[in-house]
């Protein structure tokens, strides 16, 4: 059984550029969740898709938007790539009718914009 | 206001217990969690606990709940070497589907 898939594992962008990052959640989830998370903190919730819509955001301003597919994959683009849009971005894949939102993670892509 | 507080480090001796603490702001957390992150490594679900609930076991872990002070632990019993790992809390408010995070809490073990 696959766990949270992302993919590229390392990117570099140069300023003004745009990026896309893509994300396959685990088997039998239906719901991604987006986050970044800078060096040495906590990870800060982007945005959340579910039956492909934006379900809840977190303050991050429109440069930053997303996409879920009908096989429940997922999206996140980022236009105007800024030196602080620099970070690892994580994708996490739960079950919309599970109550405790147990959310698992994939591995991350390392952004680096230059 | 949301915030989750966790110190920046621990370090315990290899076989001893380690107690990495939290505390959160809101009253209205319903579910908080506690991941690892090992060097280069995503985030792994160690375990969550429904906020109705002061304690939850599972194996080497055990997790305290006290919700009049908004404080939240996790106990690893029998501290090795592959603990090593940053530890992040996390809680869910009421419907809200986003977690928030503290910053985590390196834990170090010596030999």
């Known amino acids: 059984d696959a766990g949270v898939t992302q993919s590229p594992t390392h990117l570099i962008k140069t300023r003004g550029q745009q990026v896309t990052l893509r994300c396959s959640p685990k088997s039998g989830h239906d719901t991604v969740s987006w986050y970044q998370q800078a060096l040495g903190q906590g990870p800060q919730f982007i945005f959340q898709y579910y039956e492909e819509e934006e379900r809840q955001r977190g303050n991050f301003p429109d440069r930053f938007s997303g996409h879920q597919f009908p096989n429940y994959s997922s999206e996140l683009n980022v236009n105007a790539l800024l030196l602080g849009d620099s970070a690892l971005y994580l994708c996490?894949?739960?079950?919309?009718?599970?109550?405790?939102?147990?959310?698992?993670f994939g591995p991350g892509t390392r952004l680096t914009v230059t | 206001g949301e915030d989750v507080e966790q110190s920046l480090f621990l370090s315990v001796r290899e076989g001893d217990s380690s107690v990495i603490n939290c505390t959160y702001t809101d009253s209205s957390s319903t579910y908080l969690y506690w991941y690892k992150q090992e060097p280069g490594a995503g985030l792994q679900l160690l375990t969550y606990i429904f906020s109705n609930m002061d304690m939850k076991q599972d194996q080497r872990l055990t997790v305290l709940l006290n919700k009049k002070d908004k404080h939240l632990s996790l106990r690893i019993a029998d501290t090795q070497t592959g603990d090593s790992a940053i530890y992040f809390c996390?809680?869910?408010?009421?419907?809200?589907?986003?977690?928030?995070w503290g910053a985590g809490t390196k834990l170090i073990i010596k030999p």
């Open positions: 996490a894949s739960s079950r919309a009718s599970g109550g405790a939102n147990e959310q698992y």
């Open positions: 996390a809680e869910k408010m009421g419907s809200n589907y986003q977690l928030i």
